[in-house]
């Protein structure tokens, strides 16, 4: 009798909460062909073998909006499977540094009070920041 076994794959990600010189948090949409098409999300990427989750955010803010960012604490992790894919996502609060966003990953960005929000769908994996940066924490 074989045993119908099925196979997981675990994606290590960052995620930064940037905020600007007026506290407002920078969020991005992802662009259409990506999965999660739509949804909005704090930027970030993979973090590759040898990397910290810091220096991922550095590199994946410079490669996919131009922009330098300082991460500074750690904010918490979720992990959330999409099917048979495990997300780890790191999310670290970081500070804007320097930079004009240009989009690579997205097509849409917007700097956005923690009131504000509730009004954007976001990614799942997102959501639990979502919720902790609504409640101030």
Avoid at 1 to 22: F, L, P, S
Avoid at 51 to 73: F, G, H, Q, S, V
Avoid at 104 to 110: A, G, K, T
């Amino acid at each position: 009798m074989q045993e119908n076994k099925e196979v997981y794959y675990m994606i290590v990600v960052g995620a930064a909460i940037i905020e600007n010189e007026h506290g407002q948090i920078l969020i991005a949409r992802r662009r259409k062909g990506k999965s999660q098409a739509g949804m909005w999300e704090f930027p970030g990427g993979k973090i590759e073998v040898g990397e910290t989750a810091e220096d991922c955010l550095k590199r994946e803010l410079l490669e996919e909006m131009n922009i330098e960012i300082t991460p500074y604490a750690y904010f918490g992790v979720n992990d959330h499977h999409y099917g048979s894919t495990h997300i780890r996502l790191i999310a670290y609060q970081a500070a804007f540094v320097s930079g004009e966003i240009t989009l690579v990953d997205h097509d849409e960005y917007r700097w956005i009070s923690s009131d504000e929000l509730k009004e954007f769908t976001f990614a799942p994996a997102d959501i639990p920041f979502v919720v902790m940066l609504e409640e101030g924490k």
